[in-house]
């Protein structure tokens, strides 16, 4: 099983409008009509979105045009007042800028009629619970989660299960502590130092397995193979009777997280509850390709002159100009066929 989450870590343009759809565990939390992407779609009437995962836009009119926006990649958000004067109403442009790798985008959102809500005040919470519940969805190792011998229980999580006297096994040895099974995580801490701690969320978890060692049988959790790679942990559960017990209620909580995940956002939503776990569809793909924007339109100013400096201009003999230099693997063949 391979973590297939990457609405709340990466930023997506004009994408198919499936993947505008939630995801198991995705639900909408705010939702604003007749709103224009100002950066590259200006009076343009769209759609804004906000999940407990992602920030979505769509056009009314174009299925193509469309915008996620993963929280894990946002960097402020703001509100300032519109700059284009012909709009007749006070509403402010919601004012986001993001990072992913390298590169920074900016975005600006206004609606097009009068709006007294706050947006970027409610996107701000949002991702602030966003970020507290990390731990939900993101592995953590030697964090400050247990205090007086006791897991610090997040919003959302209760403890289903604790078994003392579990042998962490690494590097040939052996560190006695405290296992504690909740219904979002694994928790494992050493009794002698609850700073030396793992927490291990079952959607970054692979796999549970027994396995024969030179301690004996014990418990094997393997991650998810991310980008920076997994971890293969082992655990020594007393007597094997125990072991088999616990490998079963870990495999059933594991399967109930990732048939339908909790990630942990707290919001208080003022939509109904059918419109918090569906949302009104763009129109379908059209069968002709209309083109694909250019993401450069949210490029920051400061990455410009980046990607200048790492591509400087050079000649092409095959169109007689001076172009910039494309990166290795890059042809301009290839430019006319990207999509995000």
């Not at 297939?4 to 939630?22: K, T």
């Not at 709006?115 to 701000?124: E, M, P, R």
């Not at 700073?195 to 692979?206: D, E, G, K, T, V």
């Not at 003022?270 to 949302?279: I, R, V």
Request: charge should be positive; glycine fraction near 6%; include cysteine.
């Amino acid at each position: 099983m391979h973590n297939m989450h990457w609405q709340d870590n990466e930023i997506r343009f004009d994408v198919s409008s499936s993947l505008l759809n939630m995801v198991p565990g995705e639900c909408v939390l705010e939702r604003v009509e007749l709103v224009e992407d100002t950066k590259a779609n200006s009076g343009e009437p769209g759609c804004l979105i906000m999940t407990n995962l992602r920030l979505l836009w769509y056009s009314h009119k174009t299925a193509k045009l469309n915008l996620t926006i993963g929280y894990n990649t946002l960097v402020s958000v703001t509100s300032q007042p519109s700059n284009n004067k012909s709009k007749r109403n006070s509403a402010n442009t919601l004012h986001i800028l993001t990072k992913i790798g390298n590169e920074k985008f900016e975005f600006l959102f206004t609606p097009l009629n009068e709006n007294k809500k706050d947006f970027s005040a409610i996107l701000n919470e949002i991702h602030k619970s966003y970020c507290v519940s990390k731990p939900f969805r993101e592995l953590r190792l030697r964090h400050h989660i247990i205090q007086a011998n006791q897991l610090k229980v997040m919003p959302l999580e209760h403890i289903c299960n604790r078994i003392d006297g579990v042998w962490n096994l690494a590097n040939n040895q052996g560190n006695l502590g405290c296992f504690v099974i909740t219904n979002v995580r694994v928790v494992w801490f050493a009794s002698l130092n609850e700073y030396f701690n793992i927490s291990l969320p079952y959607l970054q978890i692979a796999q549970f397995s027994v396995r024969d060692s030179k301690f004996g049988q014990v418990l094997v959790i393997e991650s998810v193979d991310n980008s920076g790679g997994g971890y293969v942990l082992g655990f020594r559960i007393d007597p094997a009777s125990r072991l088999k017990q616990i490998i079963q209620e870990l495999r059933s909580l594991h399967v109930t997280q990732n048939r339908n995940p909790e990630f942990g956002v707290i919001w208080k939503s003022t939509l109904e509850d059918q419109a918090k776990t569906s949302m009104p569809l763009p129109p379908k793909d059209e069968k002709q390709d209309q083109g694909v924007r250019c993401f450069a339109n949210y490029l920051q100013p400061d990455c410009f002159n980046s990607i200048s400096g790492d591509h400087p201009p050079e000649f092409d003999k095959s169109i007689g100009l001076a172009m910039e230099k494309l990166p290795k693997g890059v042809n301009r063949n290839s430019l006319w066929k990207i999509t995000f």
